[in-house]
């Protein structure tokens, strides 16, 4: 089973940047679906962004154009580059890595949007 890692959060004003990674250990990571998902006090975690092995990509609609999830799988690393942060964006972001029945999730970043 692969273990991922998430590292790149933090404390951004509104309107700033954050690019968030997630290194993946482990062997085959190419085949995986990667995602990203975040979950704000009090609320259920929800899906942000997901890549497919193939490269097809899904985002919710409260990021698209704004968040951009790319991956490398030479690096056995994705990606989440945040854009024009809201409020709003304020959540804990997980890593998650999903092949047939099998899923895995990261320990998530806190990403704190605030002035």
């Known amino acids: 089973q692969v273990q991922l890692v998430e590292s790149g959060g933090g404390l951004v004003q509104p309107g700033g940047s954050l690019r968030l990674s997630c290194a993946a250990s482990?062997?085959?990571?190419?085949?995986?679906?990667m995602g990203w998902y975040r979950q704000a006090p009090g609320k259920e975690r929800e899906l942000v962004a997901r890549?497919?092995?193939?490269?097809?990509?899904t985002y919710a609609d409260a990021v698209k154009g704004r968040f951009t999830i790319s991956r490398d799988n030479a690096k056995n690393t994705v990606y989440l580059q945040m854009n024009s942060l809201k409020l709003e964006d304020t959540a804990v972001y997980y890593c998650?890595?999903?092949?047939?029945?099998?899923?895995?999730w990261g320990q998530g970043t806190q990403v704190t949007v605030s002035s």
């Open positions: 890549i497919t092995s193939g490269g097809s990509i």
């Open positions: 998650n890595a999903r092949f047939l029945s099998a899923t895995s």
């Open positions: 482990g062997s085959h990571f190419s085949i995986y679906v």
